[in-house]
């Protein structure tokens, strides 16, 4: 958590443990009645902080969409 790039949901975690960055992102994910989570948190940080993004935004802008698949498959090997 002290690194900036991880999120808790456990009602018992400790503010001070998040990045300065992310502390406030942690004080709303602790005073939310409901939390939801993409697919991307689950996926190996490779592809869900880079390919998965970059996937989506060149589907968005017009790229073939079984190349788009084919580069996800891809980032799961590396």
């Known amino acids: 958590m002290a690194q900036g790039v991880y999120l808790a949901p456990h009602l018992t975690t400790d503010l001070r443990a998040y990045s300065e960055a992310y502390r406030p992102l942690g004080e ?5 009645t409901v939390v939801r989570f993409d697919g991307s ?6 592809v869900g902080l880079s390919a998965f993004p970059q996937g989506v935004v060149d589907y968005l802008i017009g790229a073939d969409l ?3 698949l084919a580069e996800l498959d891809s980032a799961f090997g590396e």
Do not use: H, K, R, Y
């Not at 709303?28 to 939310?32: A, E, G, K, T, V």
């Not at 948190?41 to 490779?46: A, E, H, I, K, L």
């Open 28 to 32: 709303i994910l602790l005073q939310s």
């Open 41 to 46: 948190d689950v996926m190996p940080t490779q």
């Open 66 to 68: 079984e190349a788009v």
